[in-house]
């Protein structure tokens, strides 16, 4: 799967599949650490971006590049 493809939104769709992979290591590593009752070691950026009520179309553009490449 090339980028262009991957960053496509289906009508009536929030998502694209990088977001909802993007989503699915954000909802596991939460889970993995606050079980454990350890801080996550995830970047702060890459929570502001994946995390539930986010979306790719309030990224703007200059996440798409940095997601692209």
């Known amino acids: 799967m090339d980028d262009e ?3 496509f939104i289906p009508e009536g769709f929030n998502n694209n ?3 909802n992979l993007g989503h699915i290591y954000v909802v596991q590593e939460k889970f993995a650490f606050n079980i454990i009752n350890e801080r ?3 970047q702060k950026n890459i929570f502001d971006l994946f ?4 979306k790719p179309t309030d990224w703007g553009e200059k996440y798409y ?3 692209a490449n």
């Open 5 to 7: 493809v991957s960053l």
């Open 17 to 19: 599949i990088k977001w």
């Open 65 to 67: 590049q940095r997601l």
């Open 51 to 54: 995390s539930i009520a986010t």
């Open 40 to 42: 996550t070691t995830m």
